[in-house]
């Protein structure tokens, strides 16, 4: 397929006004055809008004019809083919076998999400019947469900540039609310942006959807994304990306008149803790498992372990040697772009040059551009409570060990966290108690806490939560993977005494739909 450079607003594809984006490989910092002139104000304004106009009726189109578009989106980026995941190699520097898979995650998700709006749970119908002869009040008829909020922005992630961008998680689960999207493609990987935006804008038009429930911007120095983002008719946004970039656009949208929801997905280090029995008696397996998780695309996923934290002693000390042996014959990666090249640079720097942080180990070296070169450090526990900065996120492969005096400065480095997105425990059963000891904690700092498993991976379900306290994300009562993040794009709106001409499908006393409803308190059987 060939790329045009150009912005997709509707079905339109229009030539930018500003200055133009140019994808860039990172494994050799040569510059990829075509440029992406950027967008304007009256670009954003153009693709809100549109969105604006689709709303109300795609938030009301059947059950059927959005699981069908989902699917259809699937289809059409499984029908680009070698296209998208060649040029998503070049943009990205990541290999063929992790793209391929991520395409097949990007492509499962909006199919899972199809079969939960085909479900209908998400409408979370609850009917509390009249009742005229309630003493001493009569008792009015309450319907209640929920419906889209409005069209929603979403900023593309630059590090799994299928699966969190054009048509990734905050899309699928926007566009299953029944909320049209806008998406700021992210300026690393414009092409293979063009490429899934084009599938989306197919799908819209083989469904006969009206054209505003999709548009893609490019536009780079930040005047896209805050138009976007103050614009009036979105009503709300998803992001990841940068704790600098997450807060401020949060702070954007809070500052408006009226201010909108906004999921930011930023900065997490997610601490592993290694349990005295679990190191004792597998410390070396254990080494092995961390640095493989560490490594794993160099590093650049939210979820990479950059903390361990552990009693000291002989077991603490082996686990350390056999990592080192590890990460030493760690061959270098390309990073994503040359900015997140500088930026992890710029981590390993201040790691390195800590008075009260000792270098482990690096991996190795690397002869082309933007190689991540893996690092692993250790501290003190009393160092690291002292020093707020060593819970920067170093975002690559980098990891910090904190060696703890005793259980009691464990629990004291796990009460001194910011918000995580994970936290992992390495335990054997006679660790029970310690675990118990902690686990109240970790509640209280992070979205998923697992045990004898690694932060890398995450499963897209129904059960999963992708989220946590800040700076992890802005909003630590949802998730943005997994089927539970569609309720972020979703409000309650609660009918009463509306006649039975006037209320929804989803609320009439026959259930044409078939949901499962809360009937007065009880839920009904699904037919
Ligand atoms: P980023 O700089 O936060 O950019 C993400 C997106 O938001 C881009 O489209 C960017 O637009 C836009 N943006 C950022 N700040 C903005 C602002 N103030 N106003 C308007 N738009 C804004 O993230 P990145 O480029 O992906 O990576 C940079 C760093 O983010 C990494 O080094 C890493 O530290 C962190 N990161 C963390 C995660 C995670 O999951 N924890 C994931 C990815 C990145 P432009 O195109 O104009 O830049």
Redesign the pocket.
Known sequence: MTLTGELLIGQRAVTGTQAA?EAVNPATDEKLEPAYAGGSKADVEQACALAWEAFDSYRETSLEARAIFLETIADEIEAIGDDLIERAMAETGLPQARLTGERGRTCGQLRLFAKVVRAGEWLDVRIDPAQPERQPMPRVDLRQRHIALGPVAV?????FPLAFSVAGGDTASALAAGCPVIV?????HPGTSELVGRAVQKAVKSCNLPEGVFSLLF????EI??AL?LDPRIKAAG????????T??WK?AQGRPEPIPFYA????INPVFLLPSALGTRGEEIAWGFIASLNMGAG???TSPGLVIAEKGPALDSFIQTARDALQESASQTM??S??FE??QQGISKLTQHGQVQEIARGKTGDTPNQCQAGLFMTKAADFLADETLQE?V?GSSSLIIECANASEVAQVAEHLEGQLTATLQMEDADVDVARQLLPILERKAGRIMVNGWPTGVEVGHAMVHGGPFPATSDSRTTSVGTAAVYRFLRPVCYQDLPAALLPEALKDNNPLGLSRLYDGQREAVR
């Open positions: 984006i900023f593309g992630a630059s590090n700021k493609a992210h300026s690393a536009g780079s120095g930040r994304g805050q983002v992001f990841t990306g940068s704790r600098s970039g997450g401020a656009l954007l997905e930023m900065s997490s650049q996923f939210c994503l772009t900015g997140i930026a992890y996120e975002f």
